[in-house]
C-alpha cells in the first residue's frame, strides 16, 4: 500500500475507533473547545455532530464555520506519550439541510443507536464539517498531512 493509502487508512481506522472528539470554533478570534460525539463518513469527507441550536459553539460556527476537529487514542497511561496517535481536521462545518440529512443522520445513529431522541429532538441541529486536510501526528513528533479532494 503506498504511503498516501496507509495515511488514509490509519486515520479512517482512528476515526472508526474512537467517539469522542474535541471541536474547537472561535468567536472573534477567542478559540473555544468542545467535547462532541461524532462520526465519519466512509470516504472521510465528512465528520458528523449535533448539538442543540442554543450552544456557544453552534453560535461560534453560525459567526465563523472554520473548525478544526481533535481525535486521538489516548488512554492517559505514560506510554501514550510514544504510542497515541492524533488527528486533527481542518474544515467548515454547516448544519446538514434536509437534502441528504437521513443518509448522514444514518451514518451517526450507525455508530451513536442511543442519541436517536436526542438527533430528533426540535432543538438539535446535525452539524457536518467538509474535511479539507488531516495532519495525523504519531511517536509525539511526526507529523503527516493527508488532503481530501472533493
Not at 487508512?9 to 467517539?19: A, P
Not at 473547545?33 to 462520526?39: D, G, K
Not at 473548525?67 to 467548515?92: E, W
Not at 446538514?96 to 437521513?102: F, P, Q, R, S, T
Request: with cysteine; net charge positive.
Amino acid at each position: 500500500m503506498e504511503e498516501a493509502g496507509r495515511l488514509k487508512h490509519t486515520v479512517g481506522e482512528l476515526l472508526k475507533s474512537q467517539k469522542l472528539a474535541v471541536l474547537s470554533t472561535h468567536n472573534k478570534g477567542q478559540p473555544y473547545a468542545s467535547l462532541v460525539v461524532f462520526a465519519a463518513t466512509e470516504d472521510l469527507k465528512y465528520l458528523l455532530f449535533a448539538t442543540t441550536r442554543a450552544t456557544r459553539k453552534y453560535d461560534n460556527i453560525a459567526h465563523d464555520p472554520r473548525v478544526a476537529f481533535l481525535i486521538d487514542s489516548r488512554s492517559n497511561l505514560d506510554s501514550d506519550i510514544h504510542g497515541a496517535i492524533a488527528v486533527t481536521a481542518m474544515g467548515i462545518a454547516e448544519e446538514v439541510g434536509e437534502k441528504g440529512k437521513e443518509a448522514f443522520l444514518k451514518i451517526y445513529l450507525d455508530k451513536h443507536p442511543h442519541l436517536k431522541e436526542f438527533v430528533h429532538s426540535p432543538t438539535c441541529a446535525l452539524l457536518r464539517v467538509k474535511a479539507e486536510t488531516y495532519y495525523l501526528v504519531s511517536k509525539f513528533q511526526k507529523v503527516f498531512e493527508l488532503r481530501i479532494s472533493r
